[in-house]
Antibody, heavy 118, light 108 residues
């Protein structure tokens, strides 16, 4: 059974940093692109960042470029999102998701909540 | 960026009825790279349809997807109580991948 378990969310002040983690199990982690997708309160879904199988290719949505860094450790079957210079508009539930079939998010974690507020 | 517009914003129907949800793209979606997701309150999104019309693993056959180019449809043939949720379309034919704003399917 595919499982994705996120951790690391919390309350942080504007300008602060957080590191999100996602631990994967039930599939060959090193064979898949992985992504972070976020959902602001009462809003829709937005792909934040993606990373390919060996970490050599990365994608970021424009609003987080230069502030967020996606990475992975295939030996630990883990995905990470380092978030710096956080803004109020980064407040959201952040989901770890597996990318399959060319761009479909076929499995999602339960999400971790990030709140940026003073 | 390929903007996806879903309609209606809210759809009020009764169990047993047929639901038709629309997703319109601002540009043609290449290779019918269009997916649908279901999200129930407080839950994680679940993949329903990919490639515009292929059901994901374990999805009941009352869910079907159709369309091509810029116009896509998700149809739920006979609504079950557990189908009332928010539905999102997503295109993955061009970067950046984009989601629609969602259609809320509520019980009438």
């Amino acid at each position: 059974e595919v499982q994705l378990v996120e951790s690391g969310g919390g309350l942080v002040q504007p300008g602060g940093s957080l590191r999100l983690s996602c631990e994967a199990s039930g599939f060959t982690f090193s064979s898949y692109w992985m992504s972070w997708v976020r959902q602001a309160p009462g809003k829709g879904l937005e792909r934040v960042a993606s990373i390919n199988q060996d970490g050599s290719e990365k994608y970021y949505v424009g609003s987080v470029k230069g502030r967020f860094t996606i990475s992975r450790d295939n030996a630990k079957k883990s995905l990470y999102l380092q978030m710096n210079s956080l803004r109020a508009e980064d407040t959201a539930v952040y989901y770890c998701a597996r990318l399959a079939s060319g761009g479909v998010f076929d499995y999602w974690g339960q999400g971790t909540r990030v709140t940026v507020s003073s | 960026e390929n903007v996806l517009t879903q309609s209606p914003g809210t759809l009020s129907l009764s169990p047993g009825e047929r639901a038709t949800l629309s997703c319109r793209a601002s540009q043609s979606v290449s290779s019918s790279s269009l997916a649908w997701y279901q999200q129930k309150p407080g839950q994680t999104p679940r993949l329903l349809i990919y490639g515009a019309s292929s059901r994901a693993t374990g999805i009941p056959d009352r869910f079907s997807g159709s369309g091509s180019g810029t116009d896509f449809t998700l149809t739920i043939s006979r609504l079950e109580p557990e189908d009332f949720a928010v539905y999102y379309c997503q295109q993955y034919g061009s970067s950046p991948y984009t989601f629609g704003q969602g259609t809320k399917l509520e019980i009438k």
